[in-house]
Structure formats: C-alpha cells, structure tokens
C-alpha cells in the first residue's frame, strides 16, 4: 500500500511562489510515474503536472508550462511540485498521486494512489 501525505500549500499573493511537497510511503517499488492534481470547486479534477519515477521524464499541462517544476527526491521520498508567477485561477485544492500500474496514466485521474490534498489560494 502507498501512502501519500501532501503539505506546503497555503494563502499567496498574486505573482507570488510556492512549493508543495508530498511525502511518499509503502510499497513503492512499482509505481510507475506521479502527479499533481488540483481541483477548484465546480471543476473537474485536472492534471499539471507528472514525472516518471525511472528516468526522471517530466510532463506539464500547458497551464503549467514555464511556471511550475515537478522533481522528485528519492533519497527522501518526496516529489515536489514548485509553483512561480501564480495567478487567482491557480486556486485549487492541489493532489498529489501515485500510479502502481503497468503504464502510466500520465494527465488523467486514473492514478490507483492519492493524498488528501493541500490547499493553494492565491489572492490578486
């Protein structure tokens, strides 16, 4: 079982930076890639950004495109999501996930692992 505990969200500024961190825990060795999600209130779940845990690849939503960096920290187990120029329509609960499975399910909520979610709120 895989455990994911979020945290490093909160209130910002318009123009402001953040970094969310997941800490990651479990039988982790099979998982295939992780993400971060976010979901504002009557919106759908939307992916913005994911990482292959081998290799290191990264994938971005084009809203997060040159504002926001995924890495992940094996050493401490902890994938990192670090948000720059972050606007109003940023606010969101923000998810991290997990994927165990034989692919990866790269922008779409198909991940079988999530947290709790942290919230991100950025005031203009």
């Known amino acids: 079982q895989v455990q994911l505990v979020e945290s490093g969200g909160g209130s910002v500024q318009a123009g402001g930076s953040l970094t969310l961190s997941c800490r990651v825990s479990?039988?982790?060795?099979?998982?295939?890639?992780m993400g971060w999600f976010r979901q504002s209130p009557g919106h759908v779940r939307e992916g913005v950004a994911g990482i292959y845990t081998r290799g290191g690849s990264t994938f971005y939503a084009d809203s997060a495109k040159g504002r926001f960096t995924i890495s992940l920290d094996s050493a401490k187990s902890t994938l990192y999501l670090q948000m720059s120029s972050l606007n109003v329509e940023d606010t969101a609960m923000y998810y991290c996930?997990?994927?165990?499975?034989?692919?990866?399910?790269?922008?779409?909520?198909?991940?079988?692992?999530w947290g709790q979610g942290t919230q991100v709120t950025v005031a203009s």
């Open positions: 479990g039988y982790t060795f099979s998982t295939m890639c």
């Open positions: 996930a997990a994927a165990t499975l034989a692919y990866c399910p790269q922008l779409t909520t198909s991940y079988n692992h």
